[in-house]
Protein backbone atom coordinates (compact mmCIF):
# COMPACT_ATOMS: atom_id res chain seq x y z
CA UNK A 1 0.00 0.00 0.00
CA UNK A 2 2.78 2.53 1.17
CA UNK A 3 4.62 2.22 -2.41
CA UNK A 4 1.64 1.94 -4.50
CA UNK A 5 0.16 5.29 -2.71
CA UNK A 6 4.49 6.94 -2.99
CA UNK A 7 4.26 5.97 -6.81
CA UNK A 8 0.61 7.86 -7.12
CA UNK A 9 2.04 11.26 -5.20
CA UNK A 10 5.26 11.40 -6.87
CA UNK A 11 3.33 10.68 -10.91
CA UNK A 12 0.79 13.98 -9.53
CA UNK A 13 3.81 15.83 -8.41
CA UNK A 14 5.16 14.84 -11.78
CA UNK A 15 1.92 16.08 -13.97
CA UNK A 16 1.61 19.14 -11.48
CA UNK A 17 4.84 20.10 -12.27
CA UNK A 18 4.44 19.75 -15.89
CA UNK A 19 2.82 23.50 -17.18
CA UNK A 20 5.82 25.36 -15.16
CA UNK A 21 8.47 22.94 -17.37
CA UNK A 22 7.53 23.10 -20.28
CA UNK A 23 6.78 26.88 -19.68
CA UNK A 24 10.61 26.80 -19.02
CA UNK A 25 11.39 25.13 -22.35
CA UNK A 26 8.94 27.05 -24.35
CA UNK A 27 6.91 23.73 -25.14
CA UNK A 28 3.53 24.63 -24.96
CA UNK A 29 2.38 21.37 -27.19
CA UNK A 30 3.10 19.45 -24.27
CA UNK A 31 0.91 21.15 -21.86
CA UNK A 32 -2.34 20.11 -24.20
CA UNK A 33 -1.15 16.85 -24.81
CA UNK A 34 -1.29 15.79 -21.13
CA UNK A 35 -4.07 17.39 -20.79
CA UNK A 36 -6.08 15.71 -23.69
CA UNK A 37 -4.64 12.40 -22.01
CA UNK A 38 -5.79 12.99 -18.39
CA UNK A 39 -9.52 13.82 -20.16
CA UNK A 40 -9.49 9.84 -21.57
CA UNK A 41 -8.06 8.88 -18.29
CA UNK A 42 -11.08 10.70 -16.60
CA UNK A 43 -13.46 8.87 -19.02
CA UNK A 44 -11.30 5.26 -18.48
CA UNK A 45 -11.86 5.96 -14.97
CA UNK A 46 -15.40 5.59 -15.32
CA UNK A 47 -15.85 2.67 -17.58
CA UNK A 48 -13.08 1.17 -15.01
CA UNK A 49 -16.45 1.22 -12.20
CA UNK A 50 -18.69 -0.57 -14.63
CA UNK A 51 -16.29 -2.87 -16.44
CA UNK A 52 -13.40 -3.56 -13.82
CA UNK A 53 -15.66 -3.76 -10.53
CA UNK A 54 -18.80 -4.33 -11.71
CA UNK A 55 -17.99 -7.11 -14.86
CA UNK A 56 -20.39 -4.95 -17.34
CA UNK A 57 -18.95 -4.56 -20.52
CA UNK A 58 -20.01 -1.96 -22.39
CA UNK A 59 -19.31 -1.05 -25.81
CA UNK A 60 -21.30 1.99 -25.33
CA UNK A 61 -19.29 4.54 -22.66
CA UNK A 62 -18.14 6.98 -25.25
CA UNK A 63 -21.96 7.64 -25.67
CA UNK A 64 -21.23 9.93 -22.54
CA UNK A 65 -18.15 11.56 -23.81
CA UNK A 66 -20.53 12.63 -26.90
CA UNK A 67 -23.38 13.50 -24.94
CA UNK A 68 -21.01 15.71 -22.37
CA UNK A 69 -19.91 17.45 -25.31
CA UNK A 70 -23.23 18.30 -26.90
CA UNK A 71 -24.79 19.51 -24.16
CA UNK A 72 -21.84 22.30 -24.13
CA UNK A 73 -21.70 23.20 -27.74
CA UNK A 74 -25.06 23.60 -27.85
CA UNK A 75 -26.25 25.72 -24.90
CA UNK A 76 -23.18 27.87 -26.17
CA UNK A 77 -25.11 28.06 -29.85
CA UNK A 78 -28.19 29.41 -27.86
CA UNK A 79 -25.39 31.67 -25.95
CA UNK A 80 -25.89 30.46 -22.74
CA UNK A 81 -22.04 29.64 -22.24
CA UNK A 82 -22.61 29.51 -17.96
CA UNK A 83 -19.83 26.71 -17.48
CA UNK A 84 -21.96 25.66 -13.92
CA UNK A 85 -25.57 25.15 -15.98
CA UNK A 86 -23.52 23.65 -18.89
CA UNK A 87 -22.00 21.17 -15.91
CA UNK A 88 -25.34 20.67 -14.66
CA UNK A 89 -27.29 19.76 -18.00
CA UNK A 90 -23.81 17.17 -18.67
CA UNK A 91 -24.16 15.40 -15.43
CA UNK A 92 -28.07 15.20 -15.56
CA UNK A 93 -28.52 14.51 -19.10
CA UNK A 94 -25.48 11.78 -19.25
CA UNK A 95 -26.91 10.29 -15.70
CA UNK A 96 -30.59 10.36 -17.57
CA UNK A 97 -29.23 8.42 -20.74
CA UNK A 98 -27.14 5.87 -18.46
CA UNK A 99 -29.86 5.12 -16.64
CA UNK A 100 -32.30 4.23 -19.60
CA UNK A 101 -29.23 1.84 -21.43
CA UNK A 102 -28.52 0.83 -18.04
CA UNK A 103 -32.34 -0.38 -17.44
CA UNK A 104 -32.73 -2.19 -20.55
CA UNK A 105 -29.29 -3.82 -20.85
CA UNK A 106 -27.93 -4.54 -17.00
CA UNK A 107 -31.10 -7.45 -16.99
CA UNK A 108 -28.94 -9.64 -19.73
CA UNK A 109 -25.62 -10.63 -19.50
CA UNK A 110 -22.71 -11.63 -21.62
CA UNK A 111 -22.60 -10.39 -25.51
CA UNK A 112 -26.46 -9.54 -25.20
CA UNK A 113 -25.61 -6.57 -22.65
CA UNK A 114 -22.26 -5.98 -25.05
CA UNK A 115 -24.93 -5.62 -28.13
CA UNK A 116 -27.50 -3.80 -26.14
CA UNK A 117 -24.83 -0.72 -25.07
CA UNK A 118 -23.01 -1.01 -28.26
CA UNK A 119 -26.55 -0.89 -30.17
CA UNK A 120 -27.57 2.62 -28.01
CA UNK A 121 -24.07 4.27 -28.89
CA UNK A 122 -24.38 3.58 -32.78
CA UNK A 123 -27.93 4.79 -32.09
CA UNK A 124 -26.86 8.23 -30.66
CA UNK A 125 -24.02 8.58 -32.91
CA UNK A 126 -26.19 8.44 -36.01
CA UNK A 127 -28.31 10.72 -34.58
CA UNK A 128 -25.53 13.31 -34.48
CA UNK A 129 -25.29 13.00 -37.90
CA UNK A 130 -28.51 13.95 -38.45
CA UNK A 131 -28.83 16.71 -36.62
CA UNK A 132 -27.68 18.72 -39.62
CA UNK A 133 -28.37 22.19 -37.36
CA UNK A 134 -25.67 21.18 -35.41
CA UNK A 135 -22.83 20.12 -37.77
CA UNK A 136 -24.33 16.72 -38.59
CA UNK A 137 -21.67 14.58 -39.58
CA UNK A 138 -19.07 17.55 -40.47
CA UNK A 139 -18.78 18.74 -36.54
CA UNK A 140 -19.78 21.90 -35.26
CA UNK A 141 -17.23 24.30 -33.77
CA UNK A 142 -17.73 25.60 -29.86
CA UNK A 143 -18.95 29.28 -29.98
CA UNK A 144 -16.57 29.68 -26.69
CA UNK A 145 -15.15 27.78 -24.28
CA UNK A 146 -17.46 27.53 -20.75
CA UNK A 147 -17.16 30.30 -18.72
CA UNK A 148 -17.08 30.03 -14.76
CA UNK A 149 -17.87 33.33 -13.99
CA UNK A 150 -13.73 34.35 -13.29
CA UNK A 151 -13.20 31.50 -11.07
CA UNK A 152 -11.87 29.16 -13.60
CA UNK A 153 -10.68 31.02 -16.99
CA UNK A 154 -10.62 27.78 -19.64
CA UNK A 155 -8.95 30.12 -22.31
CA UNK A 156 -5.81 29.96 -20.13
CA UNK A 157 -4.11 26.67 -20.99
CA UNK A 158 -2.43 26.34 -17.72
CA UNK A 159 -5.52 26.96 -15.72
CA UNK A 160 -7.46 24.69 -17.75
CA UNK A 161 -4.71 22.32 -17.24
CA UNK A 162 -4.78 22.37 -13.41
CA UNK A 163 -8.70 21.86 -13.58
CA UNK A 164 -8.54 18.59 -15.42
CA UNK A 165 -5.92 17.56 -13.28
CA UNK A 166 -8.33 18.37 -10.15
CA UNK A 167 -10.79 16.49 -11.82
CA UNK A 168 -9.05 13.66 -12.17
CA UNK A 169 -7.82 13.33 -8.75
CA UNK A 170 -11.35 13.79 -7.35
CA UNK A 171 -12.53 10.90 -9.69
CA UNK A 172 -9.53 8.72 -8.42
CA UNK A 173 -10.98 9.55 -4.70
CA UNK A 174 -14.22 9.19 -5.09
CA UNK A 175 -14.04 5.98 -7.17
CA UNK A 176 -11.57 4.45 -4.61
CA UNK A 177 -14.49 5.62 -1.56
CA UNK A 178 -17.27 4.15 -3.97
CA UNK A 179 -15.30 1.17 -4.55
CA UNK A 180 -14.91 0.21 -0.87
CA UNK A 181 -17.58 1.08 0.44
CA UNK A 182 -20.58 -1.46 1.13
CA UNK A 183 -22.12 -0.47 -1.80
CA UNK A 184 -19.02 -0.90 -3.94
CA UNK A 185 -18.75 -4.58 -2.08
CA UNK A 186 -21.89 -5.45 -3.39
CA UNK A 187 -21.28 -4.94 -7.16
CA UNK A 188 -17.62 -6.57 -6.51
CA UNK A 189 -20.20 -9.48 -4.97
CA UNK A 190 -22.25 -9.35 -7.90
CA UNK A 191 -19.28 -9.36 -10.08
CA UNK A 192 -18.00 -12.52 -8.48
CA UNK A 193 -20.84 -14.72 -7.96
CA UNK A 194 -24.25 -13.40 -8.65
CA UNK A 195 -26.23 -16.41 -7.16
CA UNK A 196 -24.38 -16.23 -3.83
CA UNK A 197 -25.34 -12.18 -3.62
CA UNK A 198 -28.79 -13.15 -4.15
CA UNK A 199 -28.81 -15.79 -1.60
CA UNK A 200 -27.27 -13.61 1.13
CA UNK A 201 -30.27 -10.91 0.96
CA UNK A 202 -28.66 -8.53 -1.91
CA UNK A 203 -30.67 -7.84 -5.61
CA UNK A 204 -27.80 -6.88 -8.13
CA UNK A 205 -30.02 -4.99 -10.27
CA UNK A 206 -29.93 -1.67 -8.14
CA UNK A 207 -26.44 -1.57 -7.32
CA UNK A 208 -25.34 -1.93 -10.75
CA UNK A 209 -28.11 0.35 -12.42
CA UNK A 210 -26.83 3.35 -9.53
CA UNK A 211 -22.82 2.13 -10.56
CA UNK A 212 -23.87 2.44 -14.54
CA UNK A 213 -25.29 5.86 -13.65
CA UNK A 214 -22.70 7.16 -11.86
CA UNK A 215 -19.88 5.73 -14.61
CA UNK A 216 -21.99 7.69 -17.25
CA UNK A 217 -22.13 10.84 -15.51
CA UNK A 218 -18.70 10.78 -15.00
CA UNK A 219 -18.03 10.18 -18.23
CA UNK A 220 -20.25 13.09 -19.33
CA UNK A 221 -18.07 15.27 -17.32
CA UNK A 222 -14.89 14.00 -19.57
CA UNK A 223 -17.20 15.09 -22.96
CA UNK A 224 -17.46 18.82 -21.21
CA UNK A 225 -13.57 19.01 -20.85
CA UNK A 226 -13.10 17.14 -24.08
CA UNK A 227 -15.36 19.57 -25.97
CA UNK A 228 -13.26 22.73 -24.64
CA UNK A 229 -10.38 20.93 -24.75
CA UNK A 230 -10.71 20.60 -28.57
CA UNK A 231 -13.03 23.63 -29.03
CA UNK A 232 -14.81 21.52 -31.80
CA UNK A 233 -17.68 18.81 -31.86
CA UNK A 234 -18.16 15.88 -33.65
CA UNK A 235 -20.50 12.52 -33.82
CA UNK A 236 -16.84 11.03 -33.80
CA UNK A 237 -17.29 11.10 -30.05
CA UNK A 238 -19.68 8.77 -29.68
CA UNK A 239 -18.60 6.04 -32.07
CA UNK A 240 -18.08 2.56 -30.76
CA UNK A 241 -14.27 2.58 -32.13
CA UNK A 242 -14.40 5.35 -29.47
CA UNK A 243 -15.66 2.74 -26.86
CA UNK A 244 -13.13 0.49 -27.85
CA UNK A 245 -10.77 2.74 -27.62
CA UNK A 246 -11.27 3.85 -23.88
CA UNK A 247 -12.30 -0.06 -22.83
CA UNK A 248 -8.22 -0.39 -23.66
CA UNK A 249 -6.68 1.91 -21.91
CA UNK A 250 -8.83 0.36 -19.20
CA UNK A 251 -7.71 -3.30 -19.88
CA UNK A 252 -3.84 -2.13 -20.73
CA UNK A 253 -3.63 -0.21 -17.57
CA UNK A 254 -5.40 -2.91 -15.64
CA UNK A 255 -8.99 -4.12 -14.98
CA UNK A 256 -10.24 -3.13 -11.42
CA UNK A 257 -7.08 -1.57 -9.91
CA UNK A 258 -7.61 2.17 -8.72
CA UNK A 259 -5.16 3.63 -11.18
CA UNK A 260 -4.42 1.21 -14.08
CA UNK A 261 -7.44 2.95 -15.94
CA UNK A 262 -4.95 6.39 -16.07
CA UNK A 263 -1.72 4.81 -16.48
CA UNK A 264 -3.56 2.88 -19.32
CA UNK A 265 -4.17 6.32 -20.61
CA UNK A 266 -1.47 7.85 -20.40
CA UNK A 267 0.57 5.05 -22.02
CA UNK A 268 -1.52 4.19 -25.15
CA UNK A 269 -1.96 7.98 -26.28
CA UNK A 270 1.63 8.93 -25.33
CA UNK A 271 3.05 6.29 -26.88
CA UNK A 272 0.73 6.60 -30.17
CA UNK A 273 1.99 9.97 -29.87
CA UNK A 274 5.87 9.09 -30.35
CA UNK A 275 4.85 6.57 -32.70
CA UNK A 276 2.94 8.94 -35.36
CA UNK A 277 5.70 10.87 -35.32
CA UNK A 278 8.17 9.19 -36.20
CA UNK A 279 6.10 6.23 -38.43
CA UNK A 280 2.91 7.01 -40.07
CA UNK A 281 2.83 3.26 -39.87
CA UNK A 282 2.82 3.65 -36.23
CA UNK A 283 0.15 1.09 -36.11
CA UNK A 284 2.43 -1.75 -36.84
CA UNK A 285 4.74 -1.25 -34.01
CA UNK A 286 1.52 -0.44 -31.24
CA UNK A 287 -0.50 -3.84 -32.11
CA UNK A 288 2.17 -6.34 -31.11
CA UNK A 289 2.96 -4.26 -28.32
CA UNK A 290 -0.37 -4.08 -26.80
CA UNK A 291 -0.63 -7.88 -27.74
CA UNK A 292 2.17 -8.33 -25.65
CA UNK A 293 1.40 -6.86 -22.32
CA UNK A 294 -1.96 -8.24 -22.60
CA UNK A 295 -0.41 -11.57 -22.88
CA UNK A 296 2.21 -11.23 -20.64
CA UNK A 297 0.58 -8.66 -17.94
CA UNK A 298 -2.65 -10.06 -17.39
CA UNK A 299 -3.14 -7.55 -14.44
CA UNK A 300 -2.21 -4.78 -16.79
CA UNK A 301 0.68 -2.50 -16.42
CA UNK A 302 -0.42 -1.82 -12.76
CA UNK A 303 0.31 -5.15 -11.62
CA UNK A 304 4.16 -5.15 -13.08
CA UNK A 305 4.37 -1.60 -10.15
CA UNK A 306 5.85 -2.53 -6.77
CA UNK A 307 3.64 -3.46 -4.19
CA UNK A 308 0.45 -4.31 -6.64
CA UNK A 309 -2.69 -5.96 -6.08
CA UNK A 310 -5.39 -7.34 -8.16
CA UNK A 311 -7.90 -5.31 -6.36
CA UNK A 312 -5.88 -1.78 -5.26
Known amino acids: MRARLALLVIGLALLAAAPPVAALFNQPFYVDLLRRVMIFAIAALSLNLILGYGGMVSFGHAAYLGIGGYAVAILSFYGINN ?26 SGIYFIMITLAFTQMLYFLGISLDVYGGDDGMRLATRSDFGGLIDLAD ?9 GVMVLFLYVIHRIVNSRFGMVIRAAKSNEARTRAIGFSPYPYRLAAFVVAGAMCGVA ?15 MHWTRSGEIMFM ?13 LGAFVLLLLED ?23 ARRGLAGLLPGSDARD
Open 157 to 165: STTFYYLVL
Open 250 to 262: VILGGIGTTTGPV
Open 223 to 237: GLLFVNHTAYLTPDY
Open 274 to 296: VLAGWTEHWQIILGPFLILVVLF
Open 83 to 108: GFVQLGVTVVASALVALVIGAVSIRT
